[in-house]
């Protein structure tokens, strides 16, 4: 049997949906994409007349996206799409869609959800004197679920 290719993140698409109803391919400036392991809520119970336990499934629990974009200075730089949502009253919507293989239509994309996904924190630019560090921010997007569908 012949192993896989392997893939490589390189060509990676990543857009982001902040506040609106439409997806803006922010590829050139975001450079992280930490999705989670989604977990399921389960319980147990134990019986007198066996040794395991009596095992329950619930529903999908809401899962925490890091994202890492650089810092450019720049009006065109999604940090301040994503500022502007976390700092309104209550929060709005941002949720992020990212492509492993690539902007083709071919490639099946990941998404938290486009209704009820929110910015949790937001880590601002910084730096160090000390370090030719590139400048970079973070957000972390919580979602109800993650979505598969292809990429458009």
Known sequence: MALPDGMSACTMCVQLMAGGTAWTDYSDYLSVVEPPTQTRETSEAYVFGEDTAVIGAGRLAPVDVKVRGVWTNSTADPFYAVETEFTTACGDMVA?????????????????????????????????????????????????????????
């Open 96 to 152: 992020v869609r990212w492509a492993p293989a690539g902007c083709a239509t071919t490639s099946r994309a990941y998404s938290t959800s486009t209704s009820k996904s929110e910015v949790i924190s937001l880590t601002y630019p910084g730096g160090d004197a000390n370090s030719a560090d590139v400048i970079t921010w973070e957000m972390v997007i919580r979602s109800p679920d993650i979505t598969e569908a292809a990429y458009s």
